[in-house]
């Protein structure tokens, strides 16, 4: 019987882990604090932010929104960014990406404090990671590692496939894998756009990521019997719908059940986790921050 890895319910679990250390935080008058940092009209991008300010309202983190005007000059992101690093009540901040093409995006990732940047993508945190002693975990790889853990996906000396090379899932995603701590001990294949034969390397895996951004791309006679299926891709592709439109992963659902120890679905799977480890991060920047010690 193939398992239905629930992402919700781990969430969930996640969630209700950080109770007490918010609750502690609180009490000791460091309520953490997320800021999101808005500079697009972009449905989705306006989506995931008001996602993320109603988690923190469900666990108690305190919200702080910032919206720039798209055509406004780059400065004024910059400027923001600053004023978040100094600001006390803030522990994480967040720019929701992508950003308009005359703000430099590295510039941006750049100019969050690293203490604070919870999404961990500053060259500072990226490189603490690789090294083996990571400050923040990006959220994606982290939700994922969480969700492997819940279900007793073993790691250790597995053959894993990464399919996808960003800096947000793919990349970071093959770096935790690797590692020598828990959770770690893989070994790991990267593939990507120019992997010239995708089927061979996921047919040989035990656990295979999928973060290509392609829908469906991995379909049930590319995996190995029992294999472990991670979907995080999330493609909006035409549908006789109400909205014209449905989602899917980057994993054939039907054919890779039949095949999979355990999938992840689309909805449902990955999502979830994404956003309660930005809640997690951000607790534990407060953490940090105020020196008030939490179990986490
Ligand atoms: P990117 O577009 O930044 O990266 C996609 C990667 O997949 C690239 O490395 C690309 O290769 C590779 N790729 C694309 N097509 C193929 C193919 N046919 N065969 C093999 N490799 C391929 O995407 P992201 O990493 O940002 O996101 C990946 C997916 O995950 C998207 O659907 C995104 O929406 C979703 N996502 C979901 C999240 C969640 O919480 N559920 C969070 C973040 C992302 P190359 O480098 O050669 O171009």
């Known amino acids: 019987m193939t398992e239905i890895i629930d992402g919700n319910a781990v969430a969930a679990d996640v969630r209700d882990g950080l109770a007490d250390a918010i609750e502690t935080l609180t009490d000791a ?5 997320l800021a999101t940092v808005l ?7 306006e989506t995931y932010v008001s996602m993320k300010q109603r988690d923190c309202a469900e666990v108690g983190i305190e919200s702080h929104h910032v919206e720039i005007d798209p055509d406004a000059p780059a400065e004024e992101l910059y400027d923001t960014v600053d004023d978040l690093n100094a600001d006390d009540a803030v522990n994480g901040i967040l720019v929701q990406m992508p950003v308009p093409d005359h703000v430099d995006t590295r510039r941006v990732l750049r100019s969050v404090d690293p ?3 919870v999404d961990g993508f500053h060259p500072e945190n990226v490189g603490r990671m690789v090294a083996g002693h990571p400050r923040f975990k990006p959220c994606t790889p982290h939700g994922i590692q969480k969700l492997l853990e819940a279900y007793d996906v073993e790691t250790e000396g597995a053959e894993a496939v990464v399919v996808g090379r960003s800096n947000i899932v793919g990349k970071p995603m093959t770096n935790l894998l690797i590692q020598k701590a828990p959770l770690g001990n893989a ?9 010239k034969d995708l089927a061979a390397h996921t047919r040989a895996a035990d656990i295979v990521i999928a973060a290509a951004g392609a829908p469906e791309l991995v379909t049930g006679d590319m995996l190995g019997d029992g294999a472990t299926v991670v979907d995080v891709g999330v493609n909006r592709v035409d549908a006789d719908t109400e909205k014209g439109y449905e989602l899917v992963g980057d994993v054939e659902y ?4 039949e095949v999979a120890g355990a999938i992840t679905p689309v909805p449902g799977g990955v999502g979830p986790m994404t956003r309660a480890m930005l809640l997690w991060n951000t607790v534990k920047a407060a953490s940090e921050q105020s020196g008030v010690d939490v179990d986490l």
């Open 29 to 33: 008058g460091h309520k953490p604090g």
């Open 39 to 45: 500079m697009s009209e972009d449905p989705a991008s």
């Open 115 to 117: 203490r604070k940047d």
């Open 187 to 195: 070994t790991t294949t990267v593939c990507h756009s120019r992997t």
């Open 254 to 257: 039907e054919s890779a059940e």
